[in-house]
């Protein structure tokens, strides 16, 4: 277990310094909560979410958004997306693959650097069926 935060921990390191195109770093709470990083590629955006839910689980979350449309301050966007995941189950550790989709909507503050955004992001897992997600509110400071 040590070793796959280490591996995820990496991930992000890496992510975060890979370019100096505008992004994102913060939370997501739904039914867990999860470090969520967002890195723009022109109008879209890719997110990695690492997060950590109630039940002693852990997943590591990918999606590529399309932002389908803008009003004011919002932005509506749309994407496909992968999720890596390991969990506590009663037969000891699990792990679990899936696909995902996310469909959600975000607020740039244009005052201070900050993203607030809520969204959807049902899942099909390869190992145990499908989850259909629920809502969840994110917070994140643009640099």
Do not use: C
Not at 6 to 21: E, I, K
Not at 47 to 73: K, R
Not at 111 to 135: A, C, F
């Amino acid at each position: 277990m040590k070793k796959v935060l280490a591996v995820l921990a990496g991930v992000f390191a890496v992510a975060a310094v890979a370019s100096a195109q505008p992004r994102a770093f913060g939370v997501r709470a739904g039914y867990g909560g999860e470090m969520s990083y967002q890195h723009s590629l022109g109008a879209d955006f890719l997110e990695a979410d690492l997060g950590f839910f109630v039940g002693n689980g852990l997943n590591l979350s990918v999606t590529y958004d399309f932002v389908f449309g803008s009003v004011n301050i919002f932005n509506f966007y749309v994407g496909p997306g992968a999720q890596l995941g390991a969990f506590n189950g009663d037969k000891g550790m699990r792990f679990n693959v899936g696909l995902l989709a996310q469909i959600g909507a975000e607020a740039e503050i244009p005052s201070i650097p900050l993203n607030i955004s809520i969204d959807w992001r049902p899942t099909i897992i390869s190992i145990g069926g499908s989850y259909w997600g629920g809502v969840a509110l994110g917070l994140r400071y643009r640099f």
